[in-house]
């Protein structure tokens, strides 16, 4: 069975770092991209980018470039979203998801989410 | 960027009754669009993608439609678990885009 595993939920301060999850599972990982996404509070989905664990080339959605870093650790079938400066408007819930092929770029697989909060 | 516009964004149905969802993309998109349902504190659950593939484990009464620029997904008979949020996401060009979802609610 595939499954997506993300880290729990992170309370946090504006200025301080952070980097979540997303293990997966039941699959070969390095064969899949993985994809991020943000749901903002009582908000939709919005694309972020995806890695590909084999050889960790990435694609960023331009509105987010340069906010966030995507990588992986393949021995641990583990994919990785950071941030090194978290500001108030971070807040969301961020869900990682398996990417059913380059090019028919659609997330068959989702992990659980990762809530984000970020409060002076 | 592909903008991608959903309606309503909330409907009311009956349960029982059949729903009708649009998206419509800003350009050609071919068949490449999916779309998905969320319920409250869940991830997003892939229904359908190629614009009317259903996913593994989707219900008969759910169907997609459509291509180019105009889509809909269709609830048949609509179950008390299916009034939820429902997204529809383009996969033609990058970056990839999803569009603000239509609510579909207990009338």
């Known amino acids: 069975e595939v499954q997506l595993v993300q880290s729990g939920t992170e309370v946090k301060k504006p200025g301080e770092s952070l980097k979540i999850s997303c293990k997966g599972s039941g699959y070969i990982f390095t064969k899949f991209w993985i994809a991020w996404m943000r749901q903002m509070p009582g908000k939709g989905l919005e694309w972020m980018g995806i890695?590909?664990?084999?050889?960790?080339?990435?694609r960023y959605s331009p509105s987010f470039q340069g906010q966030v870093t995507m990588s992986v650790d393949k021995s641990i079938d583990t994919a990785y979203l950071q941030w090194t400066s978290l500001k108030a408007s971070d807040t969301a819930v961020f869900y990682c998801a398996r990417l059913f092929l380059y090019g028919d770029s659609y997330f068959d697989y989702w992990g659980q989410g990762t809530l984000v909060t970020v409060s002076s | 960027e592909i903008v991608m516009t959903q309606s309503p964004a909330t409907l009311s149905v009956s349960p029982g009754e059949r729903a009708t969802l649009s998206c419509r993309a800003s350009?050609?998109?071919?068949?490449?669009l999916a779309w998905y349902q969320q319920k409250p504190g869940q991830a997003p659950r892939l229904l359908i993608h190629?614009?009317?593939t259903r996913a593994t484990g989707t219900p008969a009464r759910f169907s997609g439609s459509g291509s180019e620029t105009e889509f809909t997904l269709t609830i048949s008979s609509l179950q008390s678990e299916d009034f939820t949020v429902y997204y529809c996401q383009q996969y033609s060009n990058w970056p990839l885009t999803f569009g603000g979802g239509t609510k579909v609610e207990v009338k």
């Open positions: 890695i590909y664990p084999g050889d960790s080339d990435t």
């Open positions: 190629g614009a009317s």
């Open positions: 350009q050609n998109i071919n068949y490449n």
